[in-house]
């Protein structure tokens, strides 16, 4: 998740500024606790203890729930997302005037060809049968919250209604919650993962695991599968494409053919010839720890 370094995120920075906090952050990250196995482990009163949680849970780091003990009921904490990109950001450049936005479910995907551990799933059922790529096209897939495959590739129309005026488009950004697909769950197992952009390969993105340790802030309470995944975002521009922060390639934004007649064309692929062919699991509205599906941002200059 981004956190943007201004004063509009002031309880964050405050939460993180005590090393009690720190502590309770750090003995959450393996399971989740309640007050009393905090205090005990911290050697502090459950007062104390509970006073922290609750800066934490202001600045939406932890999440607590209510749930029921041998003797009444119990405080259960956790941490809401294990990890954050800290972004410095100038102030606006007056040349820069207007952003667009769109949002594409995961379900709503073009074409695909898959192969492997596959399948798609709603927040309710799972849609059809695990491992059977031919439930790709079943009709419940525009309702789709996550999808996964071993190998392959799957396509996303981006449309053309969003490109008018290309020539003022200065960057293109596209976010997902992305996560490799292992058998099972494996927090350790790499996943080389590529996109493409009407052709054009723009960069790619090594997934550092398959994550199911802990719950998915937003995955359902059924769910017994991959719980969440990592936010990227691929931003491209003229200097070129930079995942994460980080240039991935020297593709710049005039080579993505762009234009106001034809959608283009966004490919996720997880080739099985590649020294990670890891799988990949996309995460959308419903599941995982970012409620959305794929985000387009367009600005203009």
């Not at 004063?7 to 720190?22: G, K, P």
């Not at 898959?114 to 799933?121: A, E, K, P, R």
């Not at 799972?126 to 071993?150: K, M, Q, T």
Request: glycine share 8%.
């Amino acid at each position: 998740m981004e956190i943007k370094v201004n004063s509009a995120n002031v309880l964050f920075f405050n939460a993180l500024a005590s090393e009690t906090r720190l502590k309770i952050i750090e003995n959450l990250l393996p399971e989740h606790k309640n007050i009393k196995e905090l205090a005990h482990e911290l050697q502090l009163s459950s007062t104390i203890v509970a006073k922290h949680i609750e800066i934490l849970e202001q600045a939406n780091i932890v999440k607590c729930e209510n749930i029921k003990a041998n003797r009444g009921t119990q405080k259960v904490c956790r941490v809401i997302l294990t990890d954050y990109h800290l972004v410095f950001e100038q102030k606006a450049n007056n040349s820069l005037q207007h952003l667009q936005q769109f949002e594409l479910a995961i379900g709503h995907f073009s074409a695909y060809s898959v192969s492997g551990t596959c399948g798609l799933s709603t927040v309710t059922a799972l849609i059809g049968v695990c491992d059977d790529p031919r439930y790709f096209s079943h009709p419940e897939r525009y309702n789709a919250g996550i999808v996964w495959f071993a190998h392959g590739e799957i396509e996303y129309n981006l449309p053309s209604f969003m490109f008018e005026n290309t020539e003022r488009i200065s960057e293109l950004e596209i976010s997902l919650e992305l996560c490799s697909e292992a058998p099972g769950i494996n927090e350790n197992f790499l996943s080389d993962i590529y996109f493409n952009i009407n052709g054009v390969a723009i960069g790619q993105w090594v997934s550092p695991g398959d994550f199911g340790k802990l719950k998915g802030v937003y995955t359902p309470k059924w769910w017994y599968l991959t719980e969440y995944g990592k936010l990227v975002t691929i931003k491209i521009n003229d200097a070129g494409t930079y995942i994460n922060g980080e240039l991935a390639s020297r593709t710049k934004l005039a080579e993505l053919g762009l234009s106001h007649t034809n959608d283009a064309k966004f490919k996720i692929i997880s080739p099985q010839q590649t020294s990670n062919p890891g799988g990949v699991n996309i995460f959308g509205k419903g599941f995982g720890n970012y409620d959305q599906g794929i985000m387009v941002n367009i600005l203009r200059k």
